[in-house]
Antibody, heavy 123, light 107 residues
């Protein structure tokens, strides 16, 4: 079935880096915009970044601009989030999500979610 | 940036009650509004998109309405399995902001 599976989370010290991956299956990955959403422990959902189906239309929430980079490898049906200069406030479960409509630049609701991967930033 | 404000932040209602959650955008977003349900310890699930279109497989007791800056999510007859936190989200442009969430419990 249509599925997103995240990996790469872990415990890291402030200032360090992590790269999250999201493997997609059972749908045409290259035709969908993809997003990262995070949820700090006990808190609400926070959108983090988007990449359009063609690798354009990349946007970030202000708090991660210059530190995080979203990318995709359509040949591997995989979405990435490179996280540098991590801060304690980046601690959260990170979800990979799919924008609902084909070729819509990511401007749609999120119909498919991964199970999430936990990132803990602590000294 | 456009802010999304939900109310109430939590509510408690009886099984069978009609429950309404509101979501206000600080600027007009047309109908580019989604609602999600997140049960405790689970992944968020899309309920409604385009303000009022039910996602496939979602029970018909859920409905959405609104346009511009004011939106509502209604559960026509609350069921025990509806215990969850509900989030609205705008998606017309970056950032794809979520509301702060409304926690729904059974009285």
């Amino acid at each position: 079935q249509v599925q997103l599976v995240e990996s790469g989370g872990g415990v890291v010290q402030p200032g360090k880096s992590l790269r999250l991956s999201c493997a997609a299956s059972a749908f045409s990955f290259s035709t969908y915009g993809m997003h990262w959403v995070r949820q700090a422990p006990g808190k609400g959902l926070e959108w983090v970044a988007v990449i359009g189906f063609d690798g354009s239309n990349i946007y970030y929430i202000d708090s991660v601009k210059g530190r995080f980079t979203i990318s995709r490898d359509d040949s591997e049906s995989t979405l990435y989030l490179q996280m540098n200069s991590l801060r304690v406030e980046d601690t959260a479960v990170y979800y990979c999500t799919r924008a609902r409509r084909l070729r819509a630049g990511g401007k749609d609701a999120f119909d498919i979610w991964g199970q999430g991967t936990m990132v803990s930033v602590s000294s | 940036d456009i802010q999304m404000t939900q109310s109430p932040s939590s509510l408690s209602a009886s099984v069978g009650d009609r429950v309404t959650i509101t979501c206000r955008a600080s600027q007009g977003i047309s109908n580019n509004l989604a609602w999600y349900q997140q049960k405790p310890g689970k992944v968020p699930k899309l309920l409604i998109y385009a303000a009022s279109t039910l996602q496939s497989g979602v029970p018909s007791r859920f409905s959405g309405s609104g346009s511009g800056t004011y939106f509502t999510l209604t559960i026509s007859s609350l069921q025990p399995e509806d215990v969850a936190t509900y989030y609205c989200q705008k998606y017309n442009s970056a950032p794809w902001t979520f509301g702060q969430g409304t926690k729904v419990e059974i009285k």
